[in-house]
């Protein structure tokens, strides 16, 4: 088959050649915005006067047509057209004869392509931008489902101080819409049209970019034809926004594969969520959460693998950037695919809320309390920090916790202890008594969840 390119060379290309440049069977995903682009082009060089009306009229329906026939499952895919932008023309030249070989005046594959990537991309980052605000709802609702109940919180992955379930839920809240933020800004660099930039040079046709750009809805021209073409800033921008997000899916992962362990048995997660063993039959393994923690490595990945791209590329336009779409098409899958998932299996975790709160009342989680409780009482913090560590020292030694210390033993680590002490040890009462801004108090966190609400809703 004739290349489009054929022109200079006087030797067919190898077979072999053909199929290792070939991008077509990754790339047929952009054939939408591939003929988005096309036709604004059209209707731009036609109000341009560089083509004929009738001539641009035809080329459209052409277009068309054929994406019609692609969405029917009709459309004849050849290695040979090496990527989708030549599998589109070659077709619409059968459609539209030679006419059909106008539609790449005053553009190259160049800044098509990057012009597709941009569509195609603001398109994703919008749907990931979607099922980032319904789970952030998923999980709003399950702390607003379950203000009352109580948990240890954790540091170093041992007891610390016990908090409410919600506001450990609402953590996560934070984390996500600090994602939200960093793809909705992202957005405004991927929304930057290039066409009309050409191969590098732009070109010696009197085109209208802000025509095409107001038909394609971009927000803004790309202001250098040179790094028009060879800019995937805003790739690796979305792949480095996909991988926080992703860190932050894995860590919420390892927290539910952990709570729904029998040493913890804080949560169950649902049956539709999980598999079983081939050998053991007692077993119910969270695999939704295992696969999204590991899944987070092939998001990395991808963010390596463009950045190692990219990093050595001298202007402009390199074949190299070919490899740009798999990693990119990959990250976008498996994100989004996380997302809904987690979407759809968080909602139907069963809370063990007595299995949580005793897990308040031991590991002295009440030690950081009775410190302040003997700074209230005139001592210094570091002497209180000290009396408080030498009392729990004892406690285990005698396997008891604190509050099970009658307050005459306790007297003998500081005489300013009273019986006072014993009703500010309570899971409830410690949890109550935070109530600072962005503590974990119960009215502290209704007015984070109330807020929460507030701003999805007016998103």
């Not at 004739?2 to 006087?10: C, N, Q, T």
């Not at 210390?405 to 306790?410: D, F, K, R």
Request: hydrophobic share 40%.
């Amino acid at each position: 088959m004739a290349k489009l390119w054929g022109g200079r060379f006087s030797q067919t290309t190898d077979r072999q050649m053909e199929a290792f440049s070939s991008s077509i069977e990754y790339d047929q995903r952009l054939y939408a915005q591939d003929i988005a682009g096309s036709i604004a082009h059209c209707q731009m060089l036609a109000h341009q006067q560089i083509i004929e009306e009738t001539e641009a009229k035809l080329l459209v329906n052409g277009l068309n047509q054929i994406q019609t026939e692609i969405e029917a499952g009709q459309f004849k895919i050849d290695p040979a057209l090496e990527d989708i932008h030549m599998h589109i023309e070659h077709r619409l030249s059968e459609i539209c004869g030679d006419i059909a070989k106008k539609i790449h005046t005053a553009r190259s594959r160049n800044d098509q392509i990057c012009l597709d990537i941009r569509m195609f991309l603001r398109d994703k980052t919008r749907d990931i931008i979607d099922l980032l605000k319904q789970f952030r709802h998923v999980l709003v609702g399950l702390a607003k489902q379950n203000i009352h109940v109580l948990m240890p919180g954790y540091t170093h992955l041992q007891r610390a101080q016990p908090v409410l379930f919600a506001h450990h839920l609402m953590a996560y809240y934070e984390m996500f819409s600090r994602d939200t933020e960093r793809f909705r800004d992202a957005f405004k660099r991927i929304n930057v049209m290039p066409l009309g930039s050409a191969a590098l040079a732009g070109t010696t046709f009197p085109i209208d970019r802000y025509f095409t750009a107001r038909k394609l809805n971009f927000d803004a021209v790309s202001t250098n034809s040179m790094d028009s073409v060879s800019d995937r800033d805003f790739v690796i921008e979305f792949l480095a926004a996909a991988s926080i997000c992703m860190v932050h899916l894995s860590r919420l992962s390892e927290e539910l594969i952990m709570w729904s362990s029998q040493e913890f048995g804080f949560i169950v997660l649902s049956d539709s969520f999980t598999t079983g063993s081939s050998i053991m039959p007692q077993k119910k393994n969270p695999d939704a959460a295992e696969l999204t923690r590991g899944k987070c490595g092939r998001v990395f990945g991808s963010l390596i693998s463009i950045l190692t791209l990219m990093k050595g590329l001298p202007l402009a336009y390199n074949r190299d950037m070919q490899e740009d779409k798999e990693p990119l098409f990959d990250t976008i899958d498996t994100l989004s695919s996380c997302l809904s998932i987690y979407c759809q299996m968080l909602p139907e975790i069963q809370i063990n809320e007595s299995r949580m709160r005793n897990a308040c009342k031991t590991g002295y989680l009440d030690a950081t309390d009775l410190a302040d409780y003997l700074v209230n009482k005139g001592l210094p913090f570091r002497n209180a920090h000290h009396v408080s560590g030498k009392i729990v020292q004892t406690a285990i030694v005698q396997g008891k916790e604190i509050c099970d210390m009658p307050v005459e033993e306790l007297k003998k680590f500081s005489p300013v202890i009273e019986n006072d002490l014993y009703a500010l040890l309570s899971p409830e009462t410690m949890i109550t008594r935070r109530d600072c801004f962005g503590g974990t108090a119960t009215n502290r966190v209704n007015k984070a969840i109330e807020h929460a609400l507030e701003m999805l809703n007016n998103e």
